[in-house]
């Protein structure tokens, strides 16, 4: 019997292969992109599972001390770690890692000197690896951090230095920040790091290795730029431990606060509790690390929200279109269904024969659901910037199982209706074709048409707007010329008197103007604690940047009151400082429109450390965007950068910046000969100086490549579900149209014309979609507005948009529905009305 | 006797009104009569015959098969019943386009769960008692119209039921493949098989024995 099923399935595929691809196809795509967002979703949860002991592993979080006290960022200062070893038994282990920042390396080997520029050299304690499992090739990993001046190196890194010599006890040179030669001692070989772990490095250094420093500093609680990870003993009650844990800033952080600001622990802490917290470490990439996570990469919770519920969706779509255009073709095997049942079928018979049959289907759909996997995996991964497998799926038991019940219940879902249906109609009727006259489940259909254009054209509006604010972020005012602005990074290896530099730069006649600065926009993160000298002004915390006139002249930033710095002409310039409108509203020095009564110009800042520094302000700037426009726009502090009395004066990556001069470029290549120009310069200065450009604009542009990549992937999905939309509307349109090829022959014999029948037939799915149009759009206005609160500039929810969506809908659906509305107005009413 | 209709109604609610397609019907059906049930469109024929085939409810009256109280009869047993001893003709054959001949004929087979070489040989010995061997294989589309009745003919016969219900089985035929389709049947009807076969035509009325006369949905002579 079973055979004769298959067989039955088989044919009717075949003799309606219109439908049966449709069908298909619409399942496939559905079930393909359903994977793909399953694995991505699935690949973003899983970070950091390698860890054997890593349901024990808690990363320490403390307040954001340097601004919001009631968001807890990654960073700690030293001195946490040292505490919780002492105060608290709970802890098995306690370690802490540093982020350096990129490092110049020199290895040398039989023939000559390589120097290599690292990005990810952390600094980290002996016992790392007794919490992290980073897996091991070569070396003891008890020992390998417990000297001073050792190295750890990635496979790859070891690989590139040495080639297939054996690294261990082999030796690497780094500069330090004065410019010297450091000889570290390689101790060991560990795997490539995963891509899926939220700690990214290549290189590991001991952090005794800046024994002098941590000698210095290591017991402050400012010093924010320490990874703290903590290991619990078994059975630990983490909300007790929790608990526990905030006696400990009270107790340790005092020296910190009165040495450093001469301030108490409560003034200094504003009467905010100095919380700290213990995030598991399954946690910390897939709840979007707190900011100042500098180890590696964060998930983003929100895009695997997203993602998820588009995945379903677009699941539910082919789901429904599956079950749709089944349904609809069922009722022309009334007759089948009678014949059977005149011959003795039972209604479990035909029940079974009709689940086996879309089971059978669904199983297709799944299979080509995975060859189109397969296929587009590739390019997936270039643009959502995963390692995707099918083949690590494939070999789950798990999946494989998942997969295995979806296709039962979809077949069993899609499969029960006809079945359920169908077999409940006597055969008597069922055999004078009386179904397909009045074939029920109209409504149920129309219905699900409704929910499928609702899900696409809310999609479509959201993505309209996705790009409509992607679009408005980057053309945003942002209060100076982003454009055409080279930087030159890594100035900070010449040493801190670059002037040479300078003049050679300026003159080259492709440079407009040439710049220094600490810090380049939009990626400003320093900042200090400022007070004034009024009375006992309140300690604010300000941005500051330090830099010089000509870079302020370069970016051409707008001055409302006072001036730029003047050193050559004033020398005494570079001991004052420069503050934005923001900066003066928050020294409580009013506002703008209030300049002409109470001038900022004259007024003292000094930094709020204690130290007696002051320096006068001489000029403000119009706010501008020294951040990503995501933020408003912060207060800042601009310092010039030969001003030595502040505490970091000469230390820090600094930039030089260029706006070219642009009638010198005519092409492409002209930018890349210039900037090969300049890096012979600055190689004939230091042979080992590691170049590296960027142009402000793409900077400004990369703060926003998250959203860029998930607007790409939502159009491919949003196109997804619209194609899907589209073929079941298709599906439905010819079964319709077979439908009613009798009634428009009748007609037409009375005398209609073909444009009547058209608009007569495409009308009637017309209204569905509109329906459509008029749920998705308040659904997608509520999600567009809730997204558009993660940005401090928004783009307006624009009445066209919603109605630019509309009519692409419409649009789409009138192409799909009137070809078929056509060929059946062109039947021959001979024809239709003969086959009664 | 093999089946009896005793005062059979059934009507369709229309408007708030009753319409009768059948009125207080009766009759009984020896084995081995050939009844011809007659009368004009809308008389109640087809009715009448899916009611006896127990393909279609009835709203009054007693129905007894070979004993057998239909009324009383849930569904299952019905089928049963029906599958066991009546076998169906239709005038548009209702053969299942997707099947082969073969295939076709096998089909009431599959539902009493023969067994396959069983089957097979039954398969077998109605081909070559109807001669279309060489059919077998073809598509219900591949015939003519006088093939695809005897097809549908042989699979109603091939369960060996003790009735044959013939719904107009010439009505799409021309005559002489309609006077070949009247032969088997008289020749399955000395064989003992009884039938009862609704039809317009009085050429065909005389091949039978008796004749129901309806109008109405009541008979007028029988």
Known sequence: MIKNYFKIAWRNALRQKQFSILNIIGLSIGIATCFIIGFYVHSELS??????????????????????????????????????????????????????????????????SNVYNEEFYYAAEENFFDIFSFPWLKGNKATALGQPMSMILSEEKAKIYFGNNDPIGKTVEVKDWQGHWQTYTVKGVIENIPYKSHLQFDV????????????????????????????????????????????????WAPPTTERIFNQTFEEFTKGYP????????????????????????????????????????????????????????????????GVRKVLGSQKTALIKQFILESTLFVF???????????????????????????????????????????????????????????????????????????FKGKGVRNSLV????????????????????????????????????????????????????????????????????????????TGDRYKTTEGNSDVVQLRNVRTEEDYLDLLGVEFVAGRNFDTSARPNDKYKVILN??????????????????????????????????????????????????????????????????????????????????????????????????????????????????FMDQDFNNTFVAEQQMGLVLNIFTVMALIIACLGLFGLAAFTAEQRVKELGIRKVLGAKISELVVLFTSEFAKLIIISIAIAIPIAYFLVDDWLTNFAYRTSIDLWVFALAAVFALAITVLTVSFQALKSALVNPVESLRAE | MLLKLNNLSKWVQSGGQKIHLLKDVSFWVNEGDFISVMGPSGSGKSTLLNIIGMLDDFNEGEYTFMDEAVHNLKEKHRSNLYKQYIGFVFQSYHLIDELTVKENLEMPLLYKKHGGAER??????????????????????QLSGGQQQLVGIARALIANPKLILADEPTGNLNSKQGEEIMDIFTQLNKEGVTIIQVTHSEKNMKYGSRVINLLDGSIVTG
């Open chain 1, 450 to 525: 409704i929910f499928q254009f609702t899900i696409s054209i809310a999609l479509v509006i959201c993505t309209l707007f996705v790009q409509k604010q992607l679009k408005y972020t980057s053309s945003l005012d942002i209060g100076f010329n982003r454009d055409h602005i080279l930087q030159i990074h890594n100035i900070e290896q010449l040493g801190f008197d670059t002037e040479s530099l300078k003049t050679k730069l300026q003159s080259n006649p492709a440079f407009d103007k040439v710049g220094k600065s600490f810090g380049l926009p939009p990626n400003i993160w």
């Open chain 1, 47 to 112: 970070y950091d599972m390698f860890h054997e002991k890593g349901d024990r592993i808690y990363r320490v979080n403390q307040p954001d001390i340097w601004g919001d006290w009631e968001e807890q960022v990654s960073s700690t200062g030293p001195n946490v770690a040292i505490a919780l070893r002492e105060d608290v038994p709970e802890f098995e282990e306690v370690t802490r890692i540093l982020n350096t920042g990129a490092q110049i390396l020199r290895v040398q080997d039989d023939v000559e």
């Open chain 1, 364 to 438: 297709l759909g799944t299979f080509i659901a995975l060859l189109l996997v397969q296929l587009s995996l590739g390019v997936f991964n270039t643009i959502a910037n995963t390692e995707l497998e099918l083949l690590t799926y494939l070999s789950n038991p798990l999946f494989l199982v998942i997969v295995g019940v979806f296709i039962l219940m979809l077949g069993i879902i899609s499969g029960s209706y006809p079945a359920f249906y169908l077999s409940a109609f006597r055969p008597a009727e069922t055999l004078k074709g009386k179904i397909s006259s009045r």
């Open chain 1, 274 to 337: 100095w919380k700290l917290d213990l995030q598991p470490l399954k946690e910390i990439y897939r709840s979007g690390s707190p900011d100042f996570h500098t180890f590696g990469p964060t998930g983003n919770p929100m895009y695997v929200k997203i993602f998820g519920a588009i995945g379903i969706l677009v699941l539910i779509l082919s789901s429904i279109n599956f079950m749709n255009l089944s349904t609809a073709r069922s009722s022309k095997r009334a007759k089948e269904i």
């Open chain 1, 581 to 694: 409108e923001e900066a003066v509203k928050k020294l409580g020095w009013g506002i703008k429109d209030n300049y002409a009564n109470e001038s900022p110009i004259g007024k003292i800042v000094a930094l709020a450390s204690g130290d007696e520094d002051e320096f006068e302000v001489i000029g403000v700037v119009k706010d501008f965007n020294f951040n990503s426009v995501r933020q408003e726009i912060g207060p800042l502090v601009i310092i010039h950068h030969q001003n030595d009395k502040v505490w970091d004066y000469g230390a820090g990556l600094s930039y030089y910046s260029m706006r070219l001069h642009q009638e010198s470029f005519t092409n492409a290549s002209d930018i890349q000969e210039v900037i090969t120009s300049v890096q012979e310069e600055i190689a004939q200065i230091d042979p080992s100086f590691p170049f590296e450009y960027s």
């Open chain 2, 120 to 141: 097979k040989a039954l398969v077998a010995d109605m081909l070559d008692r109807f001669n279309i061997v060489g059919k077998k294989d073809l598509f219900p589309a």
């Open chain 1, 204 to 251: 590991l250094v001991s952090l005794s290795s800046f024994s002098d420093q941590m000698k210095r500093d290591g017991w402050k609680w400012i010093w924010t730029a320490f990874g703290t990870y903590a290991l619990v003993k078994e059975g630990t009650d983490i909300s007790t431990l929790t608990d526990k844990l905030q006696a400990i800033p009270p107790k």
